[in-house]
């Protein structure tokens, strides 16, 4: 979806490392597709912490303000998109005990703001509290984490010793991994981030409400809470890589069994179309399968004018901020057409999913001032109808396309294109719009009942309140 909807952060960890930056540098540049608007990392050097941050990409923080020697063998590190609404919250949070990297969004805010009589700008203050008032234990601070902390809350630590904890909520809402590699251990969002380093054989998952501290008792851990996974959906189907691993499956295949999945569903759109095109490129895996299972031909037909950057994970367009674009008009400008290939031609574009319908409309204000003859949506998962809690930018009802629609997604699709045609003044049924539906999605993940994900936007069901 090309930006469309954001994920929260990106975090890691490198314990006993002799090249502490340029490791935490190559693990967390892995990462940047989970947040571009801030990073930083927090180091121990003769037992002081340091904390090193700024807005920006990875590669701009560490080129202004990470020193490029500093004698520390471990460190934590975070990319940050803000899903409060403030920005310039650079993290790693840190004080004189102890640093932390938080990736999630806790739902009990106002229950913690009463219990620490302060009203912080981003809820990671309170977890640095926690930590803050077990002067650096670690596992301590863990226990009170679990205890206290409701929502999702992927969460690295360090202290003063250059002792590293790693803990997942009891939901494991979003993914974390840990590995070694000779004497060194890593931690991160994703296995992709150890794959670069070179760790291949020695990745294993945290599971769900467990915590690992490594430090000068070795690599400890215990699970604190009972398993209770609630792994997002969304992680397998857009926010990580599309090469990365996630519970037992790769991702791309999971893309591409859901585009196979909707040329078995819309044989009649399958047949028809000219060629099958894609959204760069959350929906190039979806295209694949589309194309591969229809027979057709898969071309691309947009490039992507990077120098933008990420329309949907960047500060702009945030509540009290001013912003050079509108999400459509970055959308649209992005998204930069080849008018040879679609010219009269009728086409089939899949993408993963549709949150605010910000690129959708720029990909079809942009193909049809191409020439283009007919488009065909098809998209990789069922309607957004509901808003995120856990750590996703899409807090309210009313900011999604389908979010006043409760109706089945053949439905949906009809009353979206409609909508699209009215606004871009198109000719009615020169657009079409074709989801997958959650008994499709179920299947594909292995999960007929759901009772492994969380789903919660698209059926309005929540793990936890």
Known sequence: MIDEIGHNCGIAAVFNSNSLIKELYLVGSSLQHRGREAAGISVVEDGVIKTFKGEGTINEVFNKHVPDELKSESGIFHTRYSTTHVSGLAQPLSITEVAIAHNGNLINVEELSKKYKASPDIDSWFILKMFEEENGDLYKGAERCFEECKGSYNLVALNRKGEIAILRDEYGFHPLFVGKKGETYYAASEDIALNGIGMLDTIEEVKPGEVIIIGENGFRRKRIKDDNKKLCFFEMCYFAHHLSFIGNRMNNEIRMELGRELARKYPEIAKSVDFVAYIPNSGSDYGKGFAKEAGKELIEIFAVNRALGRTFISPENKKGQKSEYTRFEK??????PAPKLVKGKKIAVADDSIVRSNVIKAATKRLFECGVKEVYFIIGVPPIKYPCFYGIDFPTR????????????????????????????????????????????????????????????????????
């Open 331 to 336: 959308s649209y400008h992005k998204l930069v």
């Open 398 to 465: 009313e900011e999604l396309i389908a979010g006043g629609m409760d109706e089945n997604e053949e439905i949906i699709g009809e009353k979206i294109a409609q909508t699209i045609v009215k606004e871009l003044e198109i000719q009615p049924g020169k657009i079409k719009i074709y989801y997958n539906g959650l008994d499709t999605l179920a299947k594909v993940l292995g999960d007929a009942k759901m009772e492994n994900h969380c789903c919660a936007c698209l059926t309005g069901n929540y793990p936890v309140r």
